[in-house]
């Protein structure tokens, strides 16, 4: 996602030329990348202006062979150990082992989701600011990394690439209530500039979004992008006596802090996906009602 409290305390640790650069680098990725840097601002309004085309050809034998080794060991375990909504969302987008997906065209997620919820991944240069990412959102459309880590670093990376993104975040795109939720969290993060609410919204996207469990006929499951896309975080989520995993509340998930370069020791588990939507529903009311009172504050 876009960079977050958690980012800064890990923006020194990421693994120099870990990933396949070629593919976003160039004039249209920079140009992207300098878009997003600004956006917001005067002039810098058109969201779509931060997207990049896939560049499919850039992806190496070695990158489709990370693709596939990933694939087969994560959907192992997945089978029994991840959300249904997750697994069914998989399948309806027709998520293969075979290759890195594509995002254009007739064999593409994206025409699977168009169908489904209206959303679509996006291709991006890199990291956006939340600004940027968070308008991506309310749009229904989600910003995709598209290089891929490389054989090394299959574990575990400090960084987004496409398999976190794809494999990790689209399948629950595919799921209405989640799809609701994603896209009410993007809007209501574009309400607000207070500080305060910025770290809050980044906290409850962490724990739900990226290392999120949930409860599925009394046994608890894995849908956190952060945790479906890591095979050794998603041993640890389930089965570490190092990990607290407390029930979700709203408050107290806003109010816990984090950080990226290691293992989660803190996780909340969801009774179900409603419960997440309602609650920020109730979260985008309040920032609505904060940003209805401002004028007569200014």
């Known amino acids: 996602m876009a960079s977050t409290e958690g980012d800064k305390k890990s923006s020194e640790s990421k693994f120099e030329g870990s990933l396949n650069h070629a593919m976003i680098d160039g004039p249209e990725g920079r140009t992207a990348q300098e878009y997003a840097n600004h956006f917001g601002e005067p002039g810098f309004d058109d969201i779509t202006k931060v997207y990049i085309s896939q560049r499919y050809a850039g992806y190496t034998e070695e990158n489709q062979q990370s693709w596939r080794t990933l694939y087969d060991r994560q959907m192992v375990y997945l089978a029994t150990h991840a959300s249904s909504v997750y697994l069914s969302g998989a399948r309806a987008i027709n998520l293969v082992r075979d290759h890195i997906p594509y995002l254009e065209g007739s064999k593409s997620v994206n025409h699977f989701l168009e169908k489904l919820t209206g959303w679509q991944s996006r291709a991006v240069p890199g990291y956006l600011p ?37 494999f990790g975040h689209v399948p629950l795109h595919a799921d209405p209530i989640f799809a ?33 469990l949930i409860r599925e006929a009394g046994e608890i499951k894995l849908y956190g992008s952060g945790l479906i ?26 109010n816990t802090s ?38 007569a504050h200014a």
């Open 180 to 212: 609701d939720f994603l896209q009410t969290y993007g809007k209501a993060a574009l309400l607000t500039d207070d500080p305060y609410h910025t770290e809050r919204l980044a906290r409850l996207f962490w724990f739900t979004v990226e290392f999120g």
């Open 229 to 254: 896309s890591s095979p050794g975080e998603s041993l640890h989520a389930l089965t570490s006596d190092k990990v607290d995993r407390r029930p979700f509340d709203l408050e107290t998930v806003c």
């Open 258 to 295: 984090f950080e990226i370069d290691h293992y989660q020791p803190i996780l909340y588990v969801l009774e179900s996906f409603e419960q997440l939507r309602d609650a920020m529903n109730s979260y985008a009311n309040r920032l609505i009602e904060d940003a209805k009172r401002a004028p």
């Open 130 to 166: 939340a600004k940027a990412f968070f308008a991506c959102l309310a749009r229904r459309e989600f910003p995709t990394t598209v290089v891929i880590r490389p054989k090394e670093s299959l574990d575990y990376l400090p960084e987004p690439d496409i398999f976190h993104d794809i």
